[in-house]
T-cell receptor, first 113, second 111 residues
Framework: DAGITQSPRHKVTETGTPVTLRCHQT?????MYWYRQDPGHGLRLIHY???????DKGEVSDGYSVSRSKTEDFLLTLESATSSQTSVYFC????????????FGEGSRLTVL | DAKTTQPTSMDCAEGRAANLPCNHS???????VYWYRQIHSQGPQYIIH???NNETNEMASLIITEDRKSSTLILPHATLRDTAVYYC????????????FGKGTKLSVIP
């Protein structure tokens, strides 16, 4: 299994509080991604990173920010959580020049009350 | 990116071949077909991918029609552990590493 660790795995928070999810990889892959998964919507890309300090928006980036100060860590921040951000969040990694395969973490379940 | 169409759900008897279809009629010449699956609430798992030739690995076979407008993922001997949601994804070749997931096919393997 790819060395991807997401933390926390489960979190319950209240509306308006800041939340940071962490994705840590030990594979030294260049690309990292954050997806969210909701019933009826499948997986949707929030943000991705193509290198340290290089990030870009995905299709559902509003309300989220990301940072990548080291190759191994990709942080997803909800500055002020809302109930619509209740979801399961998946981190993924990939390496350019390979098959393009994405390796996914086990997910972080966030509940915003 | 090309859009894909998959059946919402399928059943397959344990031990039989599971054939999961995918339509991608707007696929362009440099786009690959990828298949992933997601078991229960785990992260998606890569299965196989191809451009125009049929492909086989230890998990499955991928059959792509000659006009590349559709493909079929074949699990040769389905087991209960193959029960999952299967996603067919079309991705541009070099220079794009994002995957756009649709809703996939829920495959239920029946004992």
């Amino acid at each position: 299994d790819a060395g991807i660790t997401q933390s926390p795995r489960h979190k319950v928070t209240e509306t308006g509080t800041p939340v940071t999810l962490r994705c840590h990889q030990t594979e030294n892959h260049r690309y990292m991604y954050w997806y969210r998964q909701d019933p009826g919507h499948g997986l949707r890309l929030i943000h991705y990173s193509y290198g340290v300090k290089d990030t870009d928006k995905g299709e559902v980036s509003d309300g989220y920010s990301v940072s990548r100060s080291k190759t191994e860590d990709f942080l997803l921040t909800l500055e002020s959580a809302t109930s619509s951000q209740t979801s399961v969040y998946f981190c993924a990694i990939s390496e350019p020049g390979s098959t393009g395969e994405l390796f996914f973490g086990e997910g972080s379940r966030l509940t915003v009350l | 990116d090309a859009k894909t169409t998959q059946p919402t759900s399928m059943d397959c008897a344990e031990g039989r071949a599971a054939n999961l279809p995918c339509n991608h009629s707007t696929i362009s010449g440099n786009e690959y077909v990828y298949w992933y699956r997601q078991i229960h609430s785990q992260g998606p798992q890569y299965i196989i991918h191809g451009l125009k030739n049929n492909e086989t690995n230890e998990m499955a076979s991928l059959i792509i029609t000659e006009d590349r407008k559709s493909s079929t993922l074949i699990l040769p001997h389905a087991t209960l552990r193959d029960t999952a949601v299967y996603y067919c994804i079309v991705r541009p070749g070099a220079g794009s590493y994002q995957l756009t997931f649709g809703k996939g096919t829920k495959l239920s393997v029946i004992p």
